[in-house]
């Protein structure tokens, strides 16, 4: 005979071992809030190679991602990866030896992370820490803590399609 103790115990192991198992496309720290790593980081020689060649392995942010509530700032960080993500695709399509100049002068990143900034200044909530920031301090506050700053693609992942994002032209003169 089984006791009520026992099956008891064994229905909140198993509900436990559920919530804790990752069964969807939305990851979940232990916060329960969505993986979005971030800050991403600034292109550079050394990882000019894995932003071009391995930007459809690495994680976009549809909407579907986010839960409805509480993660706003989840949200905005997935904007700016995607909005970065869009102006590099834009470089990477261009002249081999401009590709980097491109990066760097569409300063992608830093117009990607001061756009992120001014949409974060603009809520009512706590702000990222880096955009209390302000000139060169911003932009090392943003390098020094970086989850990929090889731009390594994730294994198995291959992005969806996003829409272009406006606001971002190459000028190859300014190389």
């Known amino acids: 005979m089984i006791s009520i103790v026992g099956l008891s115990g064994f229905w909140i192991l198993a509900l436990l071992t559920l919530h804790g198992a990752d069964v969807g496309e939305t990851k979940r720290n232990s916060l329960n809030e969505p993986d979005v790593p971030f800050p991403p980081a600034c292109p550079t020689a050394e990882n000019l190679a894995a932003v071009c060649l391995q930007g459809q392995g690495r994680p976009r942010y549809l909407s579907s991602f986010f839960p409805n509530s509480r993660v706003s700032h989840f949200r905005r960080r997935g904007n700016a990866i995607n909005r970065m993500e869009s102006w590099f695709s834009l470089c990477c399509r261009g002249q081999e030896d401009q590709n980097l100049c491109c990066t760097q002068q569409a300063v992608s990143w830093k ?65």
């Not at 390594?152 to 190459?170: I, L, N, R, W």
């Open 111 to 175: 117009q990607a992370l001061s756009q992120f900034c001014t949409e974060e200044s603009s809520t009512m909530t706590k702000a990222y820490v880096c955009c209390a920031d302000r000139g060169e301090a911003r932009w090392t506050c943003f390098n020094s803590e970086l989850p990929n700053p090889n731009y390594d693609p994730t294994p198995g992942y291959t992005a969806p399609p996003v829409p272009e994002e406006a606001g971002f032209t190459f000028d190859p003169n300014d190389c």
